[in-house]
Structures are given as structure tokens and as C-alpha cells.
Nanobody, 124 residues
Framework: QVQLVESGGGLVQAGGSLRLSCAAS??????????MGWFRQAPGKGREFVAT????????YYADSVKGRFTISRDNAKSAAYLQMNSLKPEDTARYYC???????????????WGQGAQVTVSS
């Protein structure tokens, strides 16, 4: 089955930038077959949609809270997805999860595979 591994998390000051990467692998695997998404979860809160991108990369959607600051992208040749985060705010602090599904979308129900997550902490 598909396996996803996030990297690039860490501690950053408010206003700073960070780029998360998601590497996909697993047996016979065609990365371009999957839509990709990024979600985040803070302690005591539910999982929140952040961004999603279609299989070809032609279509993207963002949560209002990150629109204009975050950019989702993918490189099908490298079987990787990315989340570029700029102008970070303390409210962005959360564990960020990469997800893959047959259909891209804003709902976690669209996704079949999930990574372990990467912690992002934004200090004031």
C-alpha cells in the first residue's frame, strides 16, 4: 500500500517561512494516480483541512485561514508533494499531515493514506 513520510517541520518565528515535504512510496505505485492533501491538528482540536491538489496539479484549493500565505505543489516525477508556508502565524502551530486519495478534496474522507505528521511550531 501507499506510504507517506512528511519532513521539514520545526520551530519558526512568526512571519517566517517553512516548507513541508511529503515523500510517497509503496510497491507498485503511480503517484500521479492520487490527489494529495495537507491537514493539520492542534492539541485538543480536530483535524483541519489546509490545502489540496489534483492529480495533475492543475487544480488547488486552500482553507481561508491559509489562502495567500500557503502554496501546495507536487512533483509527480519525484512522487512528492509540498506545502510552502509563508508569513507564518502562531495560530498555524499544529501537527501537519500529508494525505493521498483517489480523489482530491477538502474532506478527510477523500483520503485513504496518511503520513505520521510533522510538527510545526510558530513562536510569537
Amino acid at each position: 500500500q501507499v506510504q507517506l513520510v512528511e519532513s521539514g517541520g520545526g520551530l519558526v518565528q512568526a512571519g517566517g517561512s517553512l516548507r513541508l515535504s511529503c515523500a510517497a512510496s509503496g510497491g507498485i505505485f503511480t503517484f500521479s494516480m492520487y490527489g494529495m492533501g495537507w491537514f493539520r491538528q492542534a492539541p485538543g482540536k480536530g483535524r483541519e483541512f489546509v490545502a489540496t491538489i489534483a492529480k495533475s496539479g492543475a487544480t488547488t484549493y486552500y482553507a481561508d485561514s491559509v489562502k495567500g500565505r500557503f502554496t501546495i505543489s507536487r512533483d509527480n516525477a519525484k512522487s512528492a508533494a509540498y506545502l510552502q508556508m509563508n508569513s507564518l502565524k502562531p495560530e498555524d502551530t499544529a501537527r501537519y499531515y500529508c494525505a493521498a486519495g483517489r480523489i482530491f478534496g477538502i474532506s478527510s474522507n477523500n483520503y485513504d493514506y496518511w503520513g505520521q505528521g510533522a510538527q510545526v511550531t510558530v513562536s510569537s
